[in-house]
């Protein structure tokens, strides 16, 4: 029989012993063991010092993803773009081109209203939608530094320069100091750069590529910075638009200058050729015999909307003509050059239609910038140069909606396009015959004959409106204060199409991005910030924006106002950053107090 062993005898040694072995007997017997005291002194240190290094390890992750994340923050969008996937195909290298299309105020509802009317109009099939449809790649968020209802001068600067800013900012960020914008950068770096609106060429969106001031009301400054008196010297080699009266000197008939620069006597010297009727314009050739740079001053203010320019053919030129234009302009320009072009091209009535609430002439603008953009295409197709194409609206202007309830009782599904074909003319248009009506012939007219002069002349024949009641009659020839006939005007063809506002200003909805193809525009596809658009347009061409940037800053002209020559920076006192709050200002405010630091 075994003996048993003491339970605290000294277990005999093994070659199988271990660190583990030794400590248990050590913890049996209460005796220190001395056996492979250096193997385990080594081990233990290397276990201290595992531990040791893996919570180092921890703690400098920790602080580098801080770091990180503090530093994603603090840099531009930009700069942040650099890793841009460019799908298929990836992006072109070597001479490349670029067309930035703005639909100034159009909304995802201006298609569905344009696309129905054409329909109705033209007898078409159910199925049958606009070109814009068959290119739309993704939505844009539109909010401001100031605002969540951007208006278009901090939406263009985020198409500019890729950066947000505040609701009248031209290029300008919210502590008051310029921004670089794609057009410069790109001009800087030899690429010819064009500007195609039909608004006034000093209006928010184009003033955005070639100027900086830090309100958008600083028009003479910006007509005088897009013909070359600019920090960069000239940066535009192709304007097309109105707003010829912010370039005539104060003196001069039809000037709206606030003193007497003779604009186009400056742009003269600075070698470009001005031209300033459609007979000028029809001389062009369709770019063929263009010759840049180029100043073209078609309206002494706006080009009219295209419902009232149509009859109007022989005096303004069409978007779409003036695009194709300046495509070959531009095309012919850099034939035998390194470097392509950028040109942006504005349908830019659409917003002042939302602005009226003017169902008619909204649709008849969208029509105008879809065909437009059907030329843009064409002239890609057929371009050698590797082109991209891109279009999206700054923000939605009317909080317009394809339906409206027109009593307390529950309304009819309907919307009637019938009733804004039967229009001929524009609210804006009607209302300034009423307006030469009363100051002419109607004048002396008795109360009866200018209620019948505005039923037959203006509500019946302008808008096609033949039940129009007494009191809308008697409202338009005696408004309330604060009430534009225009707009009372454009609410009797509303209402009766059924069709919907919340509002003459701007709204906060996401608005479509359309493109080329997807593949151009890879980067754009799904919902993006409105910056995202305008780091897209720089990428493309490896244009660098951020040096611009630097090389305007470094421009410093005044002591209290270091960049006085974009203005001064305070103006109306308007907000720069963070939103505003509820301050009980539920009642209706007065008409020309639009809150946004500018109009439209």
């Known amino acids: 029989m075994a003996r048993e062993e003491p339970l605290l005898a000294q277990r005999p040694a093994s070659d199988r012993s271990s660190i583990q072995n030794e400590e248990e007997e050590a913890l049996l017997t209460g005796q220190h063991t001395t056996r492979h005291t250096e193997r385990r002194s080594w081990a233990s240190w290397r276990e201290i010092g595992m531990f040791a290094w893996a919570f180092i390890a921890t703690v400098l992750v920790i602080v580098l993803a801080a770091v990180y994340q503090h530093k994603a923050v603090e840099i531009p969008h930009h700069e942040q773009s650099k890793n841009t996937t460019w799908g298929p195909g990836g992006k072109p290298t070597g001479k490349r081109n670029v067309i930035f299309m703005v639909s100034d105020g159009m909304g995802p509802t201006s298609l569905s209203l344009t696309r129905a009317f054409r329909q109705y109009r033209d007898g078409l099939p159910v199925d049958d939608t606009l070109l814009l449809d068959k290119h739309h790649i993704g939505t844009s968020r539109t909010r401001s530094t100031s605002s969540l209802v951007t208006d278009s001068a901090a939406g263009a600067t985020a198409f500019s320069c890729g950066l947000k800013s505040y609701n009248g900012a031209i290029s300008v960020l919210p502590d008051h100091s310029p921004c670089g914008t794609v057009l410069e950068a790109a001009a800087l770096a030899g690429y010819k750069t064009g500007l195609v609106v039909t608004t006034r060429l000093t209006d928010a969106t184009p003033a955005c590529f070639a100027s900086h001031a830090n309100l958008r009301q600083y028009e003479d400054l910006i007509a005088a910075q897009e013909v070359g008196d600019h920090p960069l010297g ?26 007497d620069r003779d604009l186009i006597d400056f742009a003269s010297g600075n070698g470009f050729t001005t031209i300033q009727n459609r007979s000028a314009f029809d ?134 396009p ?64 604060q009430v534009s006939p225009q707009n009372l005007f454009t609410d009797m063809i509303s209402r009766r199409a059924q069709v919907g506002w919340s509002t003459h200003g701007h709204s906060a909805v996401d608005v479509n991005i359309y493109a080329s193809s997807s593949k151009d525009a890879w980067p754009l596809v799904g919902n993006n910030e409105n910056t995202d658009v305008g780091s897209f347009l720089a990428e493309y061409l490896d244009l660098d924006v951020g040096k611009v940037t630097k090389q305007l800053r470094d421009t410093k002209t005044g002591f209290l106002n270091p960049y006085d020559w974009m203005g001064h920076p305070l103006g109306m006192g308007v907000r720069t950053d963070g939103l505003d709050s509820y301050h009980g200002l539920f009642k209706k405010r007065s008409e020309d107090d639009c809150g946004c630091g500018g109009s439209h």
């Open 234 to 259: 000239r940066v535009v080699d192709l304007m097309l638009g109105g707003g010829r009266c912010h370039f005539l000197p104060k003196s001069a008939e039809g000037s709206c200058r606030g003193d």
């Open 283 to 416: 001389s062009l050739n369709g770019g063929e015999d263009a010759s840049l740079p180029l100043l073209g001053l078609f309206a002494h203010g706006d080009i009219p909307f295209e419902i009232d320019r149509r009859s109007q053919n022989e005096k303004y030129p069409s978007l779409e003509e003036m695009a194709r234009t300046a495509l070959r302009a531009l095309s012919k320009a850099t034939e035998n050059s390194e470097q392509g072009f950028f040109i942006m091209i504005e349908g830019s009535r659409i917003d002042h239609a939302g602005h009226n609430n003017d169902p008619a002439a909204q649709v008849h603008e969208v029509l105008a910038y879809d065909k437009a953009f059907a030329a843009v295409l064409d002239f890609v197709e057929n371009e050698s140069t590797p082109t991209v194409v891109v279009s999206t609206s700054d923000h939605e202007t009317g909080g317009l909606s394809a339906a409206r309830q027109l009593t307390n009782a529950y309304p009819e599904y309907q919307w009637l």
């Open 418 to 481: 019938e009733v804004l074909d039967k229009a001929s003319h524009s609210g804006e248009y009607i209302h300034a015959q009423l307006k030469e009506y009363l100051a002419g012939a109607g004048n002396d007219a008795s109360a009866s004959e200018k209620k019948s002069w505005v039923r037959k002349h203006l509500i019946k024949d302008g808008f096609g409106i033949t039940d129009a009641t007494d009191d809308e009659v008697q409202a338009l020839l005696h408004p309330e204060p």
